[in-house]
């Protein structure tokens, strides 16, 4: 079989994150055959959105490389065994630390360097700082295992947080904070679960340095942009890939 992990962020989503711009390509790839699993530093409530607008069923890898989630029944009980833990209609492998233990960790420091994230934000401000409509900005505050600080009036709260055992990772705009995981964590456990029922050839599509794990552990990785990565092939927009896959 051939998978394909997909970044929503710059790669299927563009400055107005209408699901519209991503249609065409995963409808062509499911169509080629592919196996399209989202792998976003989007909240699952964000990504059901998006599987929902894009009819898709397969598993999908929340909040950069946190969890996966497997749909119940989606494998054979035998493969998923009795790693992870069942929450509503899925079976959830997690890697990343609890929303709970990050939160607590930021609102120590908030006062001290000017902090703000979802956590202590209001939708109003959430819609400010990031640009999402609304209801988009209401499921990104179903936040599960990471936040991300939106404004910062210093500097070195980075050094204190990895100190506590979060993971501090720089994005064009804001900066997100994670357990020790990373997209291609998440991504290596999910295809080892597919290699134990039959062979397969797997790809990535992402744009930035937190997809760059998720690169490591692909056969093909295809990088949208103008960042350098030593196996990615540059493409411009995500649409390429039906060009470059046969
Ligand atoms: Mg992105």
Redesign the pocket.
């Known amino acids: 079989m051939r998978l394909i992990f997909l970044?929503?962020?710059?790669?299927l989503?563009g400055e107005d994150y209408s699901p519209e711009s991503g249609r065409k390509i995963v409808r062509a790839l499911v169509e080629t055959g592919f196996e399209v699993v989202l792998n976003?530093?989007k909240t699952r409530a964000e990504q059901e959105y998006y599987r929902k607008a894009w009819n898709l069923s397969s598993p999908f890898i929340v909040e950069n490389g946190s969890a996966v989630y497997i749909p119940e029944g989606y494998f054979p009980s035998d493969i998923v065994g009795n790693s992870g833990i069942k929450r509503e209609d899925y079976h959830v492998i997690e890697f990343g630390m609890p929303y709970s233990e990050i939160r607590s960790a930021l609102d120590e420091l908030a006062g001290k360097y000017g902090l703000k994230y979802y956590g202590n934000s209001s939708l109003e401000e959430v819609v400010g700082f990031t640009g999402l409509p609304g209801g988009l900005a209401r499921l990104a505050m179903k936040r599960e295992y990471s936040e991300t600080l939106f404004r910062w009036e210093r500097r070195g709260f980075e050094a204190e947080l990895e100190a506590e055992g979060f993971r501090v990772l720089q994005?064009?705009r804001f900066i997100n904070v994670i357990g020790e995981t990373d997209k291609g964590k998440a991504a290596r456990e999910l295809l080892g679960l597919y290699s134990l029922m039959e062979p397969v050839e797997s790809f990535a599509a992402?744009?930035?340095p937190?997809?760059f794990p998720l690169f490591d552990v692909v056969d093909h990785a295809y990088l949208?942009g103008d960042l350098r990565h030593p196996k990615a092939k540059n493409i411009s927009s995500v649409e390429e890939i039906l060009g470059v896959i046969k």
Do not use: M, Y
């Open positions: 970044d929503l962020d710059k790669t989503l976003s530093s994005g064009s992402g744009d930035g937190n997809d949208v």
